[in-house]
């Protein structure tokens, strides 16, 4: 559940408040899939790094963090989603101290401007968001950081946009998931005035593309040559001979090898970069 209720969002009034499961459970899941042969896992929450509420046992999330590094079997651990407000210093120097958590945050913005985030009631400002970015590429240097935006929320004039724009140049997210806004029956933002044309938001939609896509090539530009381990998920959709696998910073890579090798950590060169996905070949191919 979530407790936030963002004006935007349905998920409070269909899911109801935020529950934690057991730490003791969570651990011996680990245990279990470490066992088995499992190389990763993923920490799943609608506003994660709130982990805590309704335990009888004090436990934040940087602590399960810890605990979890120390499982056997185990390589790597994932989470999302973060919410920018509840992102403490405690967890950002877990993700620095834990050897086994990747170097990628999922930290939703939705918006640039501090008046679109005060209507959207995230609790934060553009400007401390901006801070909390510099904090944690501070303690982790070479994460990678992605985000979801929404475009034309009610009220949003092309000043609001453009100050988003703006943010996304100075963080340079490495991908954003984006979205035109659209009503959401029950939810205050949808009886609002306001509301910004269709056509408005579809031009503002592919203004913002334009820009992020630029910026995830470029980032992934700066890879070309380098070599970076891979976690082999398995065959290609694209091609029978090729594999495809995630590095520690959630870059999709594509690259020949045989469908037996999934599940194995491989060091993979990068030969040829594209926006939203790499190709290489295995170390010493």
Known sequence: GCNNFCTYCIV????????????????DEARLLGQQGYKEITLLGQNVNSYGKGLTSPRDFAGLLSELNGIDGIERIRFMTSHPKDLSEGLIFAMRDCEKVCEHLHLPVQAGSSKTLREMNRRYSREQYLELVEKIRDSVPGISISTDIIVGFPGETEQDFEETLDLMSRVRFDYAYTFLYSKRSGTPAAERGGQVAEAVKKERFNRLLDVQNGISREINDLLLGKSMEVLVEGRSRNSRNTCTGRTRTNKIVNFPAEESMAGRLMNVKIRNVQTWSLEGSLEGN
């Open 12 to 27: 409070p009034y269909v899911r109801g408040r935020e529950r934690s499961r057991k730490a003791e459970d969570i651990l």
